[in-house]
C-alpha cells in the first residue's frame, strides 16, 4: 500500500540529502504492473503510480508545481509508466535503490552537482514529498487502494470489499457488520487501524470493529499467510485499514485545503454530510474530518421495513503531524466514531420467532469507539537506519438495555481497551530489505453488569524480523518469524503465563518473464489466549487447567497472467485453526475450544483499456468446525458459511465529457453444506450501479447518482448471522435504493 509522506511546507527550500546507488538497479527484469493514469496534474500522477506499484517516489514539490501529465494506461513496467509521464516535461528521474526513485527538473538536477563534481555523488533536493511502499508482500494478497475508495465511494464495509469474493461482510447495519476473510472472523486476524491493534470482541450481536469508509484512504488485507511484522494473532491473515492524511487531499501546491460532501438515500431518507479542512505550515500539518450520517429505517426488497436500522452515525479524524528538515516525522491522530439509535433486540438479526416475553422487538444500544496513534518515522532513512515507532490507544464500548421489559431493567456495558504499540527498523540491504523489532500489547475486558461485573486481561511481547529479498532474477522471496509471550488473567484472577512462536515463508517465481508468475506460501501461527466476549462474562468461570493457546497453519499457492492489460490469477488455500476459544456463559464454558478449517479456490480475470476496466472474480469456500459445516452461532467469533460467491465490477471514463459510469454485481449460489436438519443458505444475485460527472471546466466538483439493489432483490448477505436457523429471521439488505451525492473541493 503506498503511503506519501509530504516533507516540510510544500514549495519551501529546505535541504535533504539522497545517497544514490548503482544504476544497475534500474536495469534488473522488469515487472509489470497494471497501470491506470488519467491526465491530471503530474504530482497526483506520481502518488497513484506509487499506490499501483509499490515505488517510493521522491520528488521536488517545487520542482512538480502545476505540471500536467499524460493518460498512462496498460501493463508495463514502473520505469516504462515513469517515462511516459514525464516524457515532455523536462523533469528526469533516477532509481536510488531497487524501489525507490529520485525526480528532478533539468535545473534542479544540474544545481545540485558542483562544478567538476561527479553525477553519482549526493545530490540536494529541495522540500520533497515521498511515496513509500507497504511492507507487506503476501501472496494472497487484497488491497483496496485510493484510488478504488474514490472510484466506488463505498458507504459501509459492504461495499468497501463488494469486489472481493474471498472476503464477505455480514449485516445490513453498519454497528453490527463482521468482516469475514476466506470465511474467517476478523477477530482471528491482526486488525490495525493506522498501526494500531484493534481488540473489540465486546458483543456477539455487534461489530467487532466499526470504521467509516468515508474516513479510509486504503486497506490491505492478506488472506491466510501474513508476514511476522503484521502483528500478533494473524491465525487467518491481517487487515490493515489506513486513514486519510492532509498530503492525501492536498493538491500539488497548495497548503490549505477542504472538502464538503452530501448524499441522500432515497430508500431510508438518509442524508450524510462530511467537512474536512487541511493544510500544511512550516513543517506542521493537520487535518480536521467529520461525517454525520442520520435517517430512518430502511425496506427491504419484498417492501418490509426493518425497524432497528436506522442511521444516527457519528464519526471524526484528527490528524497533527510535525517533518523536520532532517527527515524526522512525528505524527498523532485520534478517530472517533459513535453510533447511537434503536437497533433489533439482537442487533444482527431481525428477530426470532419465539422471543422471550421480556423482549421488545428494538431497544436502545449505543457503541463508542475511538483509535488514538502517536507515530514517529525518518522520511530520509539511510543505509541500515530506517526506524518506525507506535504507540497506541483503542477502546470499543458498548451500551444496552439488559431485559429492558423486566421489572428493574439496567444497563448492560461492555468495554474493550487495547494499549499497544511496536518498534521497528528495515535494514535496506542489495538484495532487499529485512524489517526487525518487537511490540506489544496490553488488553483488557471488562463487562459492567449490575450483579455480575467481570474482566479478563492479556499481555503480550512480541520480537520479529521478516525479510523481503529477490536473490536472484525472477525470484523474490519473503521469510519471517516471531516468538511471543503472553500473561492471561481470567474472570476469577487466575493467572497463567504462555509462549510460542511463529514463521512463514512465501515467493514468487516469473515462470514466463512478462507473462506468468508461480506463487506459493506457508505460516504457522502462535496466538496465545484470546479474550473472551465481555457480554457473556461470568465470575465463576471454572478454567481447570487454564485455557490453551490457539494456533493456526496456512497454506497458499497460485497462478498469475498477464498480457497487454488482460490479467488471469487463480489461488487455492487452507487455513487450520487449533484450540480456538468460545466461551459461553455457562459454567463449564470458559475453556470451549473447538478447530477450524476454511479451505477453497479463488479464480479471477481482468482487463484494463485504460479508460476502464472489467473484472471478474469467483470463490468456493468451504468452512468446518470440528469437522461439521459451520453454523454462524457456534462460529460466532471464529468462521461463517461462505459457498460460492461471484462478483463482477466494471468502468469507463469518458474523459471528452468528465463522465464516468459503472457498476458491479454478486452472485450468490445456494449453499448446501450445512447441518443436518438445517434449510440450505439461499442463493441471491444483488446488482448495483453509478454514473458519476465532473465538470472540465470545474474539477473540484463531482455529482454522483447510485440504484443499489437495482432489481430489488429480498435477501440477506451471505455472511449475516442465523441464516440457517428456522426460528430466526435475519436482517434483510436493503431493497431497491437511489443515492445521489456531490462533493466539493477548495
Request: net charge negative; charged share 20%; aromatic share 10%.
Amino acid at each position: 500500500m503506498a503511503k506519501l509522506l509530504i516533507g516540510t511546507t510544500l514549495g519551501a527550500s529546505s535541504a535533504i540529502f539522497v545517497a544514490p546507488q548503482s544504476q544497475a538497479h534500474a536495469q534488473a527484469a522488469p515487472r509489470l504492473h497494471t497501470i491506470n493514469l488519467p491526465a491530471q496534474p503530474l504530482g497526483r500522477s506520481l502518488r497513484q503510480l506509487a499506490e499501483q506499484t509499490n515505488l517510493q517516489i521522491a520528488f521536488a514539490t517545487s520542482d512538480i508545481g502545476n505540471a500536467l501529465a499524460p493518460a498512462v494506461t496498460g501493463t508495463i513496467s514502473s520505469e516504462q509508466a515513469l517515462a511516459r509521464l514525464l516524457a515532455e516535461s523536462g523533469i528526469t528521474y533516477r532509481f536510488t535503490g531497487p524501489n525507490t526513485v529520485s525526480i528532478q527538473s533539468a535545473a534542479t538536477a544540474a544545481s545540485a552537482v558542483p562544478s567538476g563534481a561527479s553525477p553519482t555523488g549526493p545530490h540536494v533536493l529541495a522540500t520533497i514529498e515521498v511515496t513509500a511502499q507497504r511492507a507487506s508482500d503476501s501472496v494472497n494478497h487484497v488491497e483496496i487502494t485510493a484510488q478504488d475508495l474514490e472510484r466506488w465511494r463505498p458507504a459501509d464495509l459492504q461495499e468497501v470489499f463488494a469486489d472481493e469474493p474471498k472476503i464477505s461482510v455480514g449485516s445490513s447495519v453498519p454497528m453490527s457488520q463482521k468482516v469475514y476473510v476466506q470465511g474467517i472472523e476478523e477477530t482471528n486476524l491482526a486488525v490495525t487501524v493506522d498501526g494500531a491493534r484493534q481488540n473489540n470482541k465486546v458483543f456477539h450481536h455487534n461489530a467487532t470493529n466499526l470504521i467509516d469508509p468515508a474516513l479510509l484512504k486504503a486497506v490491505s488485507v492478506d488472506a491466510g499467510v501474513a508476514p511476522a511484522d503484521a502483528g500478533p494473532g494473524a491465525l487467518g491473515g491481517a487487515i490493515e485499514y489506513e486513514t486519510k492524511d492532509a498530503r492525501d487531499l492536498l493538491d500539488p501546491g497548495k497548503s490549505f485545503g477542504g472538502l464538503v460532501t452530501g448524499t441522500f438515500d432515497f430508500n431510508s431518507n438518509t442524508h450524510t454530510t462530511g467537512l474536512s479542512l487541511y493544510g500544511v505550515q512550516d513543517g506542521f500539518e493537520y487535518l480536521a474530518y467529520l461525517n454525520f450520517s442520520e435517517g430512518d429505517n430502511y425496506t427491504a426488497g419484498n417492501g418490509q421495513v426493518m425497524d432497528g436500522t436506522s442511521a444516527n452515525l457519528l464519526s471524526g479524524l484528527g490528524k497533527i503531524a510535525y517533518q523536520a528538515e532532517n527527515g524526522n516525522r512525528f505524527e498523532l491522530s485520534h478517530e472517533q466514531l459513535r453510533d447511537d439509535a434503536p437497533r433489533p433486540f439482537r442487533a444482527n438479526m431481525g428477530s426470532i420467532t419465539n422471543p422471550k416475553p421480556w423482549e421488545p422487538l428494538i431497544r436502545d444500544y449505543t457503541l463508542d469507539r475511538s483509535n488514538t496513534v502517536f507515530t514517529y518515522t525518518d522520511t530520509s532513512p539511510e543505509g541500515w537506519w530506517d526506524p518506525k515507532i507506535v504507540i497506541a490507544y483503542t477502546r470499543s464500548k458498548v451500551e444496552t438495555l439488559v431485559f429492558p421489559k423486566a421489572a428493574s431493567p439496567y444497563p448492560g456495558i461492555g468495554t474493550t481497551e487495547s494499549f499497544n504499540g511496536k518498534a521497528e527498523n528495515r535494514f535496506a540491504l542489495d538484495m532487499g530489505s529485512i524489517t526487525a523489532g518487537f511490540d506489544f500489547y496490553k488488553d483488557d475486558a471488562a463487562l459492567d453488569d449490575k450483579y455480575e461485573p467481570a474482566t479478563e486481561h492479556a499481555s503480550n511481547v512480541g520480537l520479529f524480523a521478516q525479510a523481503r529479498i529477490e536473490p536472484w532474477e525472477r525470484t523474490r522471496l519473503s521469510f519471517g518469524a516471531r516468538g511471543d509471550n503472553q500473561w492471561f488473567e481470567g474472570t476469577t484472577g487466575q493467572k497463567w503465563t504462555n509462549a510460542g512462536v511463529s514463521g512463514n515463508a512465501s515467493g514468487e517465481y516469473d515462470l514466463v518473464p512478462d507473462f506468468l508468475t508461480a506463487k506459493a506460501g506457508y505460516s504457522h501461527v502462535w496466538a496465545g489466549v484470546p479474550l473472551g466476549e465481555n457480554f457473556i462474562f461470568n465470575p465463576n468461570w471454572n478454567y481447570g487447567a487454564g485455557p490453551k493457546a490457539v494456533t493456526a497453519d496456512n497454506a497458499t499457492a497460485g497462478l498469475v497472467a498477464t498480457y497487454q492489460g488482460f490479467s488471469l490469477e487463480g489461488n487455492i488455500f487452507r487455513t487450520d485453526i487449533y484450540n480456538a476459544r468460545t466461551a459461553r456463559y455457562a459454567l463449564a464454558k470458559a475453556i470451549e475450544v473447538h478447530d477450524v478449517r476454511s479451505q477453497g479456490f479463488e479464480i479471477g480475470g481482468s482487463y484494463d483499456w485504460g479508460a476502464g476496466s472489467f473484472s471478474v472474480k469467483y470463490a468456493d469456500i468451504d468452512v468446518t468446525i470440528d469437522g461439521k459445516p459451520a453454523d454462524s452461532d457456534i462460529g460466532t467469533y471464529l468462521a461463517t458459511p461462505v459457498g460460492q460467491i461471484i462478483t463482477l465490477a466494471a468502468t469507463h471514463r469518458f474523459d471528452d465529457w468528465g463522465v464516468t459510469v459503472g457498476g458491479d454485481v454478486e452472485i450468490a449460489l445456494q449453499y448446501d453444506k450445512v447441518a443436518a436438519g438445517t434449510p440450505p443458505l439461499k442463493g441471491y444475485e444483488v446488482v448495483n450501479a453509478f454514473v458519476e460527472y465532473q465538470p472540465q471546466s470545474n474539477p473540484d466538483l463531482t455529482f454522483r447518482g447510485e440504484v443499489r439493489n437495482l432489481f430489488d432483490e429480498t435477501y440477506a448477505n451471505r455472511a449475516t448471522y442465523g441464516q440457517e436457523f428456522v426460528n430466526v429471521k435475519p436482517l434483510l439488505e436493503p431493497g431497491r435504493s437511489f443515492r445521489l451525492s456531490a462533493t466539493a473541493k477548495f
